[in-house]
């Protein structure tokens, strides 16, 4: 850069003796001598003043260790990643939000940039660089999606085309387009998006998308769940409001197809950790659809007279779903191993509505879809691993929109770190169980 600098001001020299009497190019010969020299000082000055903080930028990204939320951070730094950051007013509750894959939260913590990192990041995938036209799955414990995936009326397959994995293909606006940044503040931020579907059936859909992510405060929580949340327990909180509106001119009907909001979390598993999905003993219906990816083992799902516990331990690729006559606005999962209950609420409607089906191929019904499910990771068939990591799902009813209506879907994920005394104070009043109850069952 030096070098075409100098060459740069020498053929401006040149060019200026050619125009100018001799003692006018003089006086401006020297004053460019005078720049430059002064540049040079200047260089030296930056140089001198910014190496430290340099060098201390670079001790502050090795301090961190792997699974902790400063080590995150410094890693979407290091490799390009553009994220928000919204924090609590004392810095301790934190999570990361990327608008350049759809808004999502990558991770969270409740103890600053020390703190755990809860979500499950694909490290490996993001530091590669690699971008695959079909899916990328960068990770994160909250990402906005779409229904539904298989069937008629999917709208990850062309139409036409045999649903198998060969033709499965992940629409960009829910895998690697960014959303616009509306507003944003120190606890909140509001996205907003644009796009056209088209589903298996051939009817294509245009619409908007609004997602708004918020930081909530420990009274917050507290006032959610209507119980006072012990002051020891570390705790990170947030919700996220999902809205999507038919931008086009058509009603979208069941007989051409409905989309949903789905919204899915993925989180780091250990060997003990465990799933519970309370179930309203008193609807209609299955309790459990357990044959996503073939029936769950039995040592890996149980169902007592209130509660499915599914085991998630990122070793055995498996899935189970609550269906709309069972489903109840809360559940969780808690990590013995590391001492962190996870709470998920969504938001469920007041009259009884259909969820859009999911599965892959052929379907008796498009609408008999599941309002909650759970997913734990495993070996592939060639035994190839992706995460590992387990998730927790949430979905809105199937949306039947007129011409410039809108509907939502709110979600909320809430992490408590501590003690086990501490943690059974939310268990015991929010589900009327024990951690003894959680860590037992399997």
Known sequence: KNNWLVGGVGLICIILKSMVATEVFLKIQNTIKQVMINYQIFKRILIFLFLPAVISCNHNIKQYEMGTYGYDLSFFDKN?????ELTSDDGLSRIIVVPGWQGRVM???????????YGWINHSLIESGEISPRFNAFGGEERFWLGPEGGPFSIFFPQGAEQVFQNWDVPAIIDTEPYDIESSDQ??????KKATLANANGTVFHLGIERTVSLLSRSDVSELLDVEVPVDLKIVAYESDNVIRNL???????????LSIW??????PSPETTVFIPYNADGEGVIVNDEYFGKVPADRLKVDSNMVWFKADGQHRSKIGIPPGRAMDLCGSYDPERKVLTLVWASLPKEPAVYVNSNWGEQEDPYIGDVINSYNDGPLDDGSLLGPFYELETSSPALALRPDESAGHVQRVMHF???????EVILKTVFGIKVEDVVNIF
């Open 417 to 423: 770190e501590g003690e086990e005394e501490d943690l």
């Open 80 to 84: 390009g990643v553009n994220y928000l």
């Open 263 to 268: 919204i899915l979390s993925m989180f780091n």
């Open 187 to 192: 606890g909140r931020v509001k996205f907003s």
């Open 248 to 258: 086009g001119n058509e009603e979208w009907t069941k007989d051409k197809g409905l």
């Open 107 to 117: 991770t969270s913590t409740s103890a600053g940039t020390q703190g755990r990192s």
